[in-house]
């Protein structure tokens, strides 16, 4: 049972690069979440997707896309990376339904220069 | 609009210096608290649901305790490997999950 597994760990991109960070998990969670988490500013959701199907901008949504691609996975594309998207990347998952805590992937730190 | 604020930002105890962190918070219609700790380099780990004023979970040398209009963390006795940041959650009303700054907490051996 690995939980939440993120890839790559680490990044460096060139401003106007894209490249695709993948999450996956193996809880049978309904719901999953990406966020960004930048010194002093705490952790900040980018997208979110309730269940299988359904994707929804969270606080920081601009410059991001998202694919649940089926119940275990849920993937965030950068299309033309920026040097302010220099951040740890984290995905989570919960069960969705109800109250309930949030399951957190190892992070992936990205730096574009 | 839907809050939640932590404090103090940064806190250094001696090794068996107990001490409380708090998490006050501004949501409407609560559904429930978490905390998380994080280690450098590392996600946040899950540590407590509360779900209503009055509730109390222990866990080793932490307990969390909940208000209506904030949550303690309780450190008692700490020891140098309770170092790390621990983040404060709520899942509000709409179902939105609003997190913290975090408390970056340090205990010198």
């Known amino acids: 049972n690995a939980g939440v597994t993120q890839t790559p760990k680490f990044q460096v991109l060139k401003t106007g690069q894209s490249m695709t960070l993948q999450c996956a998990q193996d809880?049978?969670?309904?719901?999953m979440y990406w966020y960004r988490q930048d010194p002093g500013m705490g952790l900040r959701l980018i997208y979110y997707?309730?269940?299988?199907?359904?994707?929804d901008k969270g606080e920081v949504p601009n410059g991001y896309n998202v694919s649940r691609l089926n119940k275990r996975e849920f993937s965030l594309r950068l299309e033309s990376a920026a040097p302010s998207q220099t951040s740890v990347y984290f995905c989570?998952?919960?069960?969705?339904?109800?109250?309930?805590?949030?399951?957190f992937g190892p992070g992936t730190r990205l730096t574009v220069t | 609009e839907d809050q939640v604020t932590q404090s103090p930002e940064a806190l250094r105890l001696q090794e068996g210096e107990s001490s409380s962190l708090n998490c006050s918070y501004t949501v409407s219609g609560l559904r429930g608290l978490f905390w998380y700790r994080q280690d450098p380099g590392k996600g946040p780990e899950f540590l407590f649901t509360l779900y209503s004023a009055g509730e109390e979970k222990e866990k080793e040398r932490l307990k969390a305790t909940l208000t209506k209009k904030e949550s303690f963390l309780h450190i008692t006795a700490p020891k140098p490997e309770d170092s790390a940041t621990y983040l404060c959650a709520v899942q509000a009303g709409d179902d939105k999950i609003i997190f913290g700054k975090g408390t970056r907490l340090h205990i010198l051996p």
């Open positions: 989570a998952s919960r069960m969705g339904a109800g109250v309930g805590e949030q399951y």
């Open positions: 809880m049978n969670h309904n719901s």
């Open positions: 997707s309730a269940s299988e199907g359904t994707t």
